[in-house]
């Protein structure tokens, strides 16, 4: 279908041991990447001009944010291919991760508040078309999390959340181009202008390096709820018998 290499990864036989080869080095690589964009961000960035010292919060804010969204399109992802060839590893994937989206979108609306207090005047606007968006958004991710768990057989449950999930794609976009589309309080897209970031060079670069430890340690945390998934659902497997096996 995809090819040997992929359709064996896509058995659960297999991946197990796979993502459990990946995990050391995932985890040691998003310390690492964390630890210096923190330590960055915090004691090397100058402060800004307008915004002072708060303006640090930006190191959580804006990667929380990114991994709201791509935790979306990779449950979306896995969905579609549930939907379409009856992957089974592809509806673990979606659904492992619900509740890790639900905690980026969070700590985003979070961040974003207390980010916004002493810039806006206010905790929240509804009138703003970013923070709405990403509000509902948290509402899909949950909405996912609740449709799943009122369905006790796992195909209808799998076939049922995936639905929800590609109705919920349009979300994303809207997201995205919300500042572009809108007059919001959000300030215009600083990462992804077309003529370059429009930040400071001292400020981005931790910046990207914390957006790449929140991608990585996102990628390990699917990886591991993965394989207790499977450890779930293939619990009677004669593989994972003999896997135990002295």
């Not at 923190?38 to 640090?56: E, K, S």
């Not at 509804?126 to 999390?145: H, K, N, P, Q």
């Amino acid at each position: 279908m995809f090819g040997p290499t992929l359709d064996r990864l896509a058995a659960p036989k297999f991946f197990y041991p796979f993502a459990g080869r990946l995990l050391p080095w995932l985890g040691v690589l998003a310390a690492v990447l964390l630890l210096l964009g923190a330590g960055w961000g915090l004691a090397v960035a100058p402060a800004d001009y307008q915004q002072g010292d708060g303006y640090r919060i930006m190191f959580i804010h804006v990667p929380a944010a990114w991994l709201s969204m791509l935790t979306y399109m990779v449950l979306a992802s896995g969905a579609f291919v549930f939907l379409v060839w009856r992957i089974k590893l592809a509806d673990m994937l979606a659904k492992c991760c619900a509740p890790l989206g639900a905690a980026f979108t969070f700590l985003t609306l979070v961040t974003g508040s207390l980010w916004g207090k002493p810039m806006w005047g206010t905790w929240w606007a509804w009138g703003d078309a970013r923070l709405t968006s990403e509000l509902v958004l948290l509402f899909l991710y949950l909405g996912l999390i609740a449709l799943r768990g009122a369905i006790d057989e796992p195909q209808r449950a799998g076939r049922a959340t995936a639905l929800l999930a590609l109705v919920g794609v349009v979300n994303i976009p809207i997201i995205h181009f919300s500042v572009d589309w809108w007059n919001t309080l959000h300030q215009p897209a600083s990462l992804t202008r077309m003529d370059g970031p429009a930040i400071h060079p001292a400020m981005l670069t931790p910046l990207l390096l914390m957006i790449a430890g929140f991608t990585v340690y996102f990628a390990a945390v699917l990886l591991q709820r993965m394989r207790c998934e499977i450890l779930e659902r293939e619990r009677d497997a004669r593989w994972l018998l003999e896997l135990d096996a002295p």
